[in-house]
Structure formats: structure tokens, C-alpha cells
């Protein structure tokens, strides 16, 4: 990056920017609907397997990246070896696609925000609300420009600092009332019971490689992972802190804030439908169309439901900065342009490509791309495709071209590097034919060559 590289002030800094980009949508809309789709306790154990061991090896070798060289992802691996600046490249595409599908789901969230204020809260209690809502042509819309002009506006006047600084008053607030909402469910409504047993006791008959591929697709995504951004971040990070502890907190968070958010929503659905296929199954609007059902119900419901969808627009806002930022920082690198020009031009991009998402749900709702809409298949493409190779790469990179032993170096600073056996055998074997793996099954998985 060639504009002024401006270091956090410390440790915790660190943690806590970094943890605002990684909490985001990623942990409470999306980690949720995949464990209730993909088997409840047997996708959970999947996840936190992989988070322990994959996802803490790539967060830690892209930091150390970004600490090593100073520099964002383009850079980074184009200063360590010419030949593979493609794939700074490569990571940089996935953040263009993600924002502006992430926006239109912002929407979805400012939407139900403004619904709870004006007291429409019971409505939107009706299993059909959101089905009717999305298949709406101009109001999806209208909600999807507010949530990225907002995005847009705050990255132009570089205001993320006062954004960064609610949001870590906004993130306590949302994991207590995510407890307040988890034992609110379990406690009083019936058959939330069989949904806490669903979530928690893994069930291997359900076992498939598809569970793998969303659990690591969700990994990516839920961490940040395999698009440049934690580069980017390492690269900020003080050269005297122990990136080893940093990750293991950043993991503990996020992966934390997810496992509630699926506490949260899985028993409700139980004790809505009975855990029925249909209601488990159902995909991106799982948390918009179960948890006004539980305000409904509970006592001052309209009041925590809208203080609720505050904490998650909160959440949402500064994992979407971050990606803006991101992606507004290469087009100032690469076009050699200034921070204004590149906002709008960022800004244009995202418009059109998230009204694909929005039109995909309306008035182009029957056209379909290897048969997914455009907002799963803008969803497929980022975490099921680019980001596995991109983590493919990365771990061939670090493992045969640079070495692990490069990277230790810099992950011993500030102190002893204890998982570094797990880190050069993940980064080394494990990975690479995981991510191989996985970039295979959802290929034959979308194509239809096989059904996994
Ligand atoms: N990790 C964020 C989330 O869970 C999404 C995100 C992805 C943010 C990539 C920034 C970069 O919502």
C-alpha cells in the first residue's frame, strides 16, 4: 500500500479491530442456517475441528504475511515472489463479490431494524413476511442502497475509527442479548429442548462431504479468511506482539459469537415446526423469519427485537467496512487514483452487481445460473470456489516456496511459537489436500456429476 501504513496502538487493538471484521453476518445469519442444514451437532463438531486446526494455521500464516512484508495482499506476495502476485489477485477479487451480496443482507437487517421501531414486529411474525418481503422489486432495493451508501459514506470520510469504537460497546451488548434470547427459548418454549439435542450431540449418520465443504467455506468467511484482509491486517499489526495469542483470540470470538447465534435460532426452530425438514432446511432466511417469532412471544419482545437488529447492523457494518476498505485500498494502489474517486468507483461496482442479488429474488427470480440465483451463486463463488483456491495456493506458497520456517521466524517474535508443528503440517500436507478436496466436491457437487 502506498499510502501511510499506521500501526494499532496494541495488543488489544489489534484483537478488537480485527474481531470486528471477522463478527459480522458470517456468525449470526449465516453460521446458523448451515448447522441447521447441514445436520445441527455433526456440522458444529466439523467447524470447530477445522477452526482449531486449519482455520488457526491460515489466520496465522496470513498475519504473519502481513507483518513479515509490511504490505496488503497484492503486494505481499508479489515482494516475496514475482510469480505469485496473482494470487494477491486472486484474494482481492473475493471481497469484491462478497459486499455487495453482504449489503443486500444488511438490508434485509436495516428492513427488520425499521419494522420493530414502527411496530409492525407481529407481522413480520408470519411465516410468509419474508418470502413476500424479498420477492419485492423496489423495497429490497431501496434498503440495499441505504446499507451501502452507508458503507460507502463512512469509508470516504474515514470515520471507521468512530465506528470501530461503538461497535466494541455494540458487540457486549449483542452476545448478552443473544444469552437473553438463548434462554429465553430454551427455557420456555416447548420442544426447544430437541433443538439444543439437534445442535449439540452430533449425529454421524448425517455425516457428508458436503457438511465439510460448507463448514470450510464458512470458515473462510466467518474468519476472514483466504481474501487478503488478514494480510492486510497483519500488516498493521506491532512487530513485538505474539500473532500465535492474537488468533487464538480472534478464533475464540468469532467462533464463539457463531455457536451462540446457532443456539439462538436452532431450538426456535424446534419449537416452531418440530425441527421438520422444510424449516431447518430453508437456507438465508432462517434467522429473519424464526426469530420474529420468538419477540412475538416474549414478554417486551418489539423492544428487544429491534435492540437486537441494532447490535447485528452494528456487527454487519464493520465487517462491510472492512471490506470496502479493502477493496477501495487496491483500486488506490493499482489505479493510482485517490481515496474519493476510488469510493465511487467501488460504490458503482457494488450497486450493480447487488441488484443482481436483489432482482434475483424478484422480478429475475427464474433466472437461475448453474442453477442458483444470483445471490447463492455470488455465495458458491466466493466461499466454495476462489477462496479454496485461494487457501490452496497460499498453503503451497508458504509450505514449498517461502518455507515455513520464514514465517516462524517472524510468529517467534514476542515470544516461544507453540503450534508450530501443527502449523507446518497443516500448511505443509493437510491443507492443500483438504482445499483440493473441497474445490473438487463443489464443482461435481454443482455440476451434477456426482451427488455427494
Ligand atoms: N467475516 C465477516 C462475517 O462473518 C464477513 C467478512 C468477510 C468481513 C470478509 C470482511 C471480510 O460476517
Not at 511459537?417 to 491443507?431: E, G, P
Request: positive net charge; charged residues 15%; glycine residues 10%.
Amino acid at each position: 500500500m502506498s499510502h501511510k501504513r499506521s500501526s494499532f496502538s496494541g495488543k488489544v487493538g489489534f484483537v478488537l479491530a480485527a474481531a470486528g471484521s471477522a463478527v459480522g453476518l458470517g456468525n449470526i445469519w449465516r453460521f446458523p442456517y448451515l448447522a441447521a442444514k447441514y445436520g445441527g451437532g455433526i456440522f458444529l463438531l466439523v467447524y470447530l475441528i477445522l477452526a482449531v486446526t486449519f482455520g488457526f494455521a491460515l489466520m496465522t500464516a496470513e498475519i504473519a504475511l502481513g507483518r513479515k512484508t509490511q504490505l496488503s495482499a497484492i503486494g505481499a506476495f508479489g515482494s516475496l515472489n514475482k510469480r505469485f502476485s496473482f494470487l494477491g489477485y486472486l484474494a482481492s477479487i473475493v471481497p469484491m463479490i462478497i459486499l455487495p451480496y453482504y449489503s443486500v443482507i444488511g438490508g434485509w437487517v436495516m428492513k427488520y431494524l425499521a419494522g420493530f421501531v414502527t411496530g409492525e414486529g407481529a407481522a413480520m411474525a408470519n411465516d410468509a413476511y419474508f418470502g413476500a418481503y424479498i420477492s419485492k422489486t423496489a423495497e429490497p432495493i431501496i434498503w440495499f442502497l441505504l446499507f451501502m451508501g452507508i458503507t460507502a459514506v463512512i469509508v470516504l470520510f474515514d470515520v471507521e475509527k468512530g465506528i470501530e469504537k461503538v461497535s466494541k460497546i455494540m458487540m457486549p451488548i449483542l452476545v448478552v442479548l443473544i444469552l437473553v434470547i438463548c434462554v429465553y427459548t430454551i427455557f420456555s418454549m416447548d420442544g426447544a429442548l430437541d433443538g439444543v439435542a439437534y445442535y449439540l450431540k452430533p449425529d454421524f449418520s448425517k455425516f457428508s462431504i458436503m457438511t465439510v465443504v460448507a463448514a470450510m467455506g464458512q470458515l473462510f468467511y466467518s474468519m476472514s479468511l483466504a481474501m487478503g484482509i488478514m494480510i492486510t491486517f497483519g500488516s498493521y499489526m506491532k512487530k513485538d506482539i505474539r500473532i500465535e495469542k492474537s488468533v487464538r483470540q480472534i478464533e475464540l470470538f468469532d467462533t464463539g459469537i457463531a455457536f451462540l447465534a446457532g443456539l439462538m435460532i436452532i431450538p426456535a426452530v424446534f419449537a416452531f415446526s418440530g425441527g421438520d425438514e422444510t424449516a431447518l432446511g430453508q437456507g438465508p432466511g432462517l434467522m429473519f423469519v424464526t426469530l420474529p417469532k420468538v419477540f412475538a412471544t416474549m414478554p417486551g419482545g418489539s423492544v428487544i427485537g429491534a435492540a437486537f437488529f441494532i447490535m447485528v447492523l452494528f456487527a454487519a457494518l464493520t465487517s462491510a467496512i472492512s471490506l470496502m476498505e479493502t477493496i477501495v485500498s487496491i483500486f488506490r494502489d493499482k489505479l493510482g487514483i485517490g481515496r474519493k474517486p476510488a469510493c465511487i468507483l467501488v460504490f458503482g461496482i457494488c450497486v450493480a452487481l447487488g441488484l443482481l442479488s436483489c432482482l434475483g429474488y424478484s422480478a429475475w427470480s427464474t433466472v437461475k445460473i448453474i442453477g442458483m440465483q444470483f445471490l447463492d451463486l455470488f455465495d458458491f463463488l466466493s466461499n466454495s470456489i476462489i477462496m479454496p483456491i485461494t487457501a490452496f495456493a497460499t498453503c503451497i506458497f508458504v509450505g514449498y516456496i517461502l518455507k515455513p520456517k520464514a514465517l516462524i521466524a517472524e510468529l517467534e517474535r514476542g515470544g516461544p511459537f507453540k503450534a508450530r508443528t501443527l502449523f507446518t503440517v497443516m500448511i505443509k500436507y493437510v491443507a492443500p489436500i483438504f482445499t483440493l478436496l473441497i474445490l473438487l466436491s463443489s464443482i461435481l457437487d454443482v455440476f451434477g456429476v456426482v451427488k455427494i
